[in-house]
């Protein structure tokens, strides 16, 4: 067996050793976040803006008492957690997609053997990056501020983590099937952000849940949001704040119900109308 | 009298020799309830090592053969082979044999060219290096320059660079040059001449019929949806055998064109009318291809 040759034309394609699928996975992760962390718009929008909400909201209405003994200021900010889970899965996913699509990349990996996953998984592994970053600026930022406290026991750090797990998986299959309606790249934003505002604003992120007209919180209870902010609030808030919920209660069955529907309701509209290809082309 | 059906055997024989065969192609599509056929038609055969130009003006159906041949698209009509498979059904170890540089590419921008080769080198077994591939295209010095900062010639040859990433048997180059400077198409000429050198074979569609005849061994030309004419670019659309034109200045200084079949003649004719001295401003000339080809699809001659 001669392998020692080096000229190009011994080596024919696919002659070689194959890729893992990990370590393809691997490489797109690492060319997302750097591409992710040049691009100073999402930087400042995705990582910067929430932080900047909670201490202008905890700001101005700071002082004004909830429910259970604690602050507007405190009550914000696992709702600007939230805010924070769905501006680095959902908002992210839907604007950047378009944008792939318009500027050819999909096309081009289309092209190539790397699996349809890879793209998927280094999307996911993106998110989980600057996710992670959101949640620990924004905690800390509630600890010094505003008077948050980490998870008193263990069970309120398992809720915790099950639930940015799953609200990270759920709004990232939302942001992916979402990123085939924009027709064009540039479109995305005007049509995600509203979305965003608006759930944010009757989800109890920007005013506390209990504030808003009966209608409306039955209709930010059919969106996921609701119920990611209200299961935040369970594992960062005392006990007795659980009055300032509707139902007087954390009602955890209902929010990882919830959550879990919304995850299979965006895998299915994810495997049907993904699309590699731009409308514009042909 | 029945004739005994060879053509199963010949058939397998073919695909071993050719890198694409196409017979029958056909591809329509509807918008607002009007029907098309973008492709009607379609025969067409590659052999492996070659280069092959297809021509064709714009929705002449060019782009929709070839992006059927990559994969991109499915046929209505018709039987495909690339490399031995049908690209509707093949899969990511087909992949592993194409390279395919697509037209008017902007993404990857936040990426630097070896940031970008790196990453593309984990899709295929057997990948180039980056440096081997900035050395072949002519990018060497620029591997930690962003995509957003290249020339748009230089952005082309990252294009390039990523379509041979994975050693391709068969290379797709759609229209490659677009915007080049002429030094740099000289450069990039060489570079695939050297591709074809080390037994890639390439279908490139282009534009610019001096890049078909310097660079194809043969062209086919597409008009309609249909292939009109597959030949060596000095011998399409009768080429070789073309009235050829001879001018000269005549002494009332008058610019005179002859067409004739016979230009040795009429040279001749016209060394005796000039006495053996140097006849002004002549030149005998064959069309070129750029004239045979604005005939083929119905363009009149300017």
């Not at chain 1, 190009?8 to 992760?29: D, E, K, P």
């Not at chain 1, 998870?151 to 099937?177: E, K, Q, R, S």
Request: with cysteine; proline share 5%.
């Amino acid at each position: 067996m001669s392998s020692t040759s080096q000229t190009n034309t011994s080596v024919r394609a696919g002659s070689g050793r194959r890729i893992s699928l990990a370590a393809m996975c691997r490489a797109r992760a690492v060319a997302e976040i750097k591409a992710f962390l040049r691009q100073k718009e999402s930087v400042v929008f995705t990582l910067a803006f929430p932080v900047i909400m909670l201490v202008l909201f905890g700001t101005i209405f700071g002082s004004n008492k909830a429910d259970g003994g604690i602050n507007f200021a405190t009550y914000f900010v696992p709702g600007m957690i939230g805010a924070g889970i769905l501006a680095s899965s959902f908002q992210t996913l839907a604007i950047q997609i378009p944008i792939e699509r318009d500027d050819g990349l999909l096309k081009r990996l289309r092209g190539t053997p790397m699996p349809k996953a890879a793209y998927f998984i280094g999307k996911v592994a993106m998110v989980l990056f600057v996710m992670l970053l959101e949640i620990i600026l924004l905690t800390v930022v509630g600890m010094i501020m505003f008077g948050l406290k980490l998870p008193v026991d263990a069970n309120h750090w398992l809720v915790l983590i099950a639930l940015v797990l799953l609200g990270t998986t759920t709004l990232t299959l939302l942001g992916i099937a979402f990123s085939s309606l924009p027709r064009t790249g540039s479109s995305a934003p005007a049509l995600v952000t509203p979305i965003a505002l608006v759930l944010q604003f009757i989800s109890g992120v920007f005013f506390p849940f209990y504030q808003l007209p009966t209608w409306l919180q039955e209709v930010a209870a059919i969106f996921p949001l609701k119920w990611l902010t209200q299961g935040l609030r369970y594992a960062f808030l005392p006990d007795a704040a659980k009055g300032n919920e509707p139902a007087g209660a954390w009602e955890l069955g209902k929010v990882f119900g919830m959550l879990g529907l919304w995850a299979v309701i965006g895998m299915v509209l994810c495997l049907l109308t993904f699309r590699w290809r731009s409308s514009n082309d042909g | 009298m029945p004739i005994p059906d060879t053509s199963e055997q010949s058939g397998t024989i073919s695909a071993m020799t050719q890198a694409v065969q196409v017979s029958g192609l056909r591809k329509t599509y509807t918008t607002k309830k009007v029907t098309t056929a973008a492709v009607d038609g379609v025969d067409l055969s590659i052999n492996t090592g070659e280069i092959f130009a297809l021509l064709g003006p714009n929705g002449a159906g060019k782009s929709t053969t070839v992006e059927i041949l990559e994969g991109y698209r499915h046929r209505d009509a018709g039987e495909v082979s690339v490399l031995g498979e049908d690209p509707q059904t093949a899969g990511t170890r087909w992949r592993e044999r194409i390279g395919i540089v697509l037209q008017n590419t902007k993404d990857l921008s936040l990426l630097t060219v070896r940031e970008s080769l790196r990453t593309f080198s984990y899709y295929y077994p057997n990948a180039r290096g980056a440096d081997e591939l900035m050395e072949l295209v002519g990018l060497s010095g620029k591997a930690d320059a962003k995509l957003t900062a290249l020339s748009g010639g230089q952005r082309r040859r990252m294009d390039v660079a990523l379509g041979i990433i994975g050693r391709p048997e068969l290379l797709f180059l759609d229209e490659p040059t677009t915007g080049f400077d002429p030094e740099a198409r000289r450069q990039f000429w060489d570079l695939i001449r050297q591709l074809r050198a080390d037994g890639t074979t390439i279908l490139l569609t282009t534009h610019y019929l001096d890049e078909a005849e310097a660079l194809a061994d043969r062209v086919g030309v597409i008009n309609a949806g249909k292939v009109i004419e597959v030949n060596t670019p000095d011998r399409l659309g009768g080429r070789h055998g073309a009235e050829a034109t001879v001018r000269y200045r005549d002494p009332s200084g008058e610019l005179v064109s002859i067409g004739t079949n016979t230009p040795t003649e009429t040279v001749r004719e016209l060394m005796q009318r000039f006495d053996n001295a140097e006849i002004p401003e002549l030149t005998v000339a064959r069309p070129s291809l750029e004239d045979v080809y604005l005939k083929m699809i119905g363009v009149p001659a300017a």
